[in-house]
């Protein structure tokens, strides 16, 4: 250790000869006699780009400062100084080796400081408006990342995204596009991702459309990469040469996709989603959301595959009729869940991918809506529904569908004490479940037809309906 330790010293002290070391003397000497009379900070920033000069200046004041009041504050990006490949890279690292091992030395992990305490402070030093969803999604996006907030805090504000009001105070003013990078961070992480192998790109472009974390199986099987490539890639020099991705910290589950990645900045994540072109991106997406599907058919177990993560991926495909079905499955799971406001939205959606032409599809939505919006109480779009599923069932002209949305407005109408709307709508369901045969539909709609005739107190008309529900009820044998 101490042979190598003195080998990395000639060669950094062979940097600096002849009048060059003179320079550096006085330097040293200036700088000394400036600290006797106060301490003395020396700030360096970006040292992976130290040119050779300066390298050996670092060294130098390094070997001769130990007993001044002279503090050397230097930052650099370990992932950058990993790429350096010639001289002058290995030059750097021998420098800052040497810096790290000096006794007085303190190394900072800048990667874990509190980010939203920094962008707090930093929005903070002006006047402003800025409320607590605005910051929470600037650190989203740039995880308190110093050059990339601040490039974002001017990128949003030339784009009239920020602006001041009459009080002088900056605030959001519209929506705010988070997509669009600032071009000086796009630059950034574009020459460092133009360094990947290609195919290394491709795997990162097929983790980058399932999001900030991924699947090292899905990514790999899209890339067409033997999976344990694709393993000893992610683990290897995109983690610890170029700092693009780092282990999930998860558990590795083979029912859930096998080792989980995470990109180490969201801002990598969009760089490489943004620059896919709009044919690779939709093919990308397709093949994702293929590969998560057949997993989670053939999982015993749960897969951790969501439908929402599915019908995301499909309808970014274009392929709006499985990204409808895996909505419908998921509305289907938050109603178990007594989630109704979720499968509201869920079904909403669903509805949007179905095409107006495709009216049974649109009734089965609706049937679902309209039963989420009966356990939220929300009578008005419940009525809504309704009419839709009544104009559905119309153009259909299918028994079942007429009388299914003919039992529901019956049933609408009663539970908003309109008992006569009620009995005339039970007149029709009954005729539809007779001709039917559907001895269970002409059960509700007698129920119903009592219970409406004894909220408008017509007992008599009340007694015929429950008698004929008892006939009814002694010929229907539910299934157990």
């Not at 700088?31 to 106060?38: E, F, S, V």
């Not at 796009?186 to 192998?197: C, P």
């Not at 344990?228 to 610890?240: E, F, I, K, P």
Request: charge should be neutral.
């Amino acid at each position: 250790m101490q042979a190598s330790s003195d080998a990395e010293g000639r060669g950094l002290n062979n940097q600096a000869k002849g009048p060059q070391l003179a320079f550096f003397d006085q330097l040293t000497h200036f700088l000394m006699r400036l600290a006797r009379h106060a301490p003395l900070l020396l700030a360096l920033d970006n040292l992976h780009w130290a040119d050779a000069g300066t390298i050996a200046l670092i060294h130098h004041l390094e070997q001769r400062l130990n007993r001044s009041h002279i503090l050397i504050a230097a930052a650099y990006c370990p992932g950058a100084l990993a790429l350096e490949q010639d001289e002058l890279g290995r030059f750097a690292g021998q420098a800052l080796h040497e810096l790290r091992r000096h006794p007085l030395a303190t190394l900072v992990d800048l990667d874990r400081a509190d980010g939203q305490r920094f962008i707090d402070d930093l929005l903070d030093r002006t006047a402003n408006r800025f409320d607590e969803p605005l910051r929470a999604a600037l650190y989203r996006h740039t995880e308190g990342h110093a050059l990339f907030t601040v490039e974002m805090i001017h990128a949003l504000a030339e784009r009239g995204a920020l602006s001041q009001d009459r009080d002088g105070r900056w605030d959001a003013s519209g929506v705010i596009d988070w997509n669009a990078l600032p071009p000086l961070v796009e630059a950034l992480i574009g020459e460092r991702i133009d360094r990947l192998l290609s195919s290394n790109r491709r795997l990162l472009e097929a983790a980058c459309v399932q999001g900030d974390e991924f699947s090292a199986q899905i990514a790999a099987e899209v890339s067409r990469m033997d999976e344990h490539l694709a393993v000893a890639r992610l683990s290897g020099d995109l983690a610890t040469a170029h700092h693009i991705v780092a282990s999930s910290g998860r558990p590795a589950d083979a029912a859930a996709s096998g080792l989980r990645y995470r990109f180490r900045h969201h801002l990598f994540q969009a760089y490489l989603y943004n620059t896919l072109d709009e044919g690779r991106r939709v093919w990308l997406h397709r093949a994702v959301g293929s590969a998560l599907e057949a997993q989670d058919a053939q999982a015993k177990t749960a897969s951790g595959v969501t439908p929402q993560a599915l019908a995301w991926h499909f309808t970014q495909a274009g392929e709006h009729a499985r990204a409808a079905g895996h909505l419908r499955t998921a509305s289907q799971g938050a109603l178990a869940a007594h989630a109704h406001v979720t499968a509201v939205d869920l079904l909403t959606q669903a509805l949007a991918l179905t095409p107006p032409e495709d009216h049974s599809a649109r009734f089965a939505l609706l049937a679902m809506r309209e039963q989420a919006h009966t356990l939220l109480r929300d009578q008005r779009s419940r009525a809504q529904d309704v009419g839709e599923l009544e104009r559905l069932a119309a153009l259909t002209q299918q028994p079942s569908q007429q009388l299914g949305a003919a039992l529901r407005r019956a049933t609408l109408a009663e539970e908003t004490t309109h008992y006569w709307e009620a009995i005339t709508g039970v007149n029709a369901a009954l005729t539809l479940a007779v001709a039917a045969g559907d001895l269970a539909a002409q059960v509700e709609a007698h129920l119903l037809a009592g219970r409406s005739h004894w909220w408008r107190g017509e007992i008599r008309l009340r007694t015929p309906a429950m008698s004929v529900l008892c006939t009814v009820r002694r010929r229907w044998k539910p299934r157990r």
